[in-house]
């Protein structure tokens, strides 16, 4: 596991912030893209709960959780510091706890998490599904084969709505490396309808954005 983020200052955060934000307008621009259709999820996961509040300081918006457990006690010391998003493997047992904490589910991809949606779901939440585009066995997500029968499962649960798709690509020697796996998960998204898509993280995320991403999750660029 990790180590946690410790010693974090506004300074240096915001100063990355900066650094990123400008990288993702560069990318956009290569993409004949605007930077305001690119979203920035701070991922969290290894951001103790005392160093929170360097990064609401430091200008961030909205955070990323991978834990259950944790996204509740984040939100509960900083309840009115960030949009919370749920980015991780969520397990069906989970789904109660988060829902009403999030504005987005970036990991939908099992018939027992629909079913636990379809009980505590508030009316409008907002998930993605999330595609295992590479076929990694071992790896959460929905197949890309079986996309469209899980999105006609997921139209039965009324209170939800799909906004769009999320993939996490096989681990890569180059940013490059993930290029086909996002621009797959493009085209899937494109010829379902589907209009965000949540892609790239702090190794890859300039690809990400070329290739379409309208979330990106940065964890390490903002904190080194």
Known sequence: MADLITGLTAERVRANLADVRGRIAAAAARAGRGADDIGLVAAVKYVPVDELGVLAEAGVAVAGENRARELQAKAAAHPDAFTWDFIGHLQSRKVK???????LIHSVSTDSVL????????????????????GEAGKSGVAPAELD??????????????????????????????????????????????TELSMGTTQ??????????TIVRIGTSLYR
């Open 97 to 103: 706890q988060i829902t009403p904490l999030v504005r």
């Open 115 to 134: 079913e636990q949606l379809r009980r505590h779901a508030a009316p409008g939440l907002r998930v993605l599904v999330e595609v295992n585009v590479a």
């Open 149 to 194: 029968a899980f999105l006609e499962r997921c139209s039965g649960v009324a209170a939800v709505e799909v906004a769009g798709l999320m993939t996490m690509p096989p681990l890569a020697g180059e940013p490059s490396d993930s290029r086909p796996w996002f621009a797959a998960l493009r085209e899937l998204a494109a010829d379902r309808g589907l």
């Open 204 to 213: 890859d995320f300039e690809v990400a954005v070329e290739e379409g991403a």
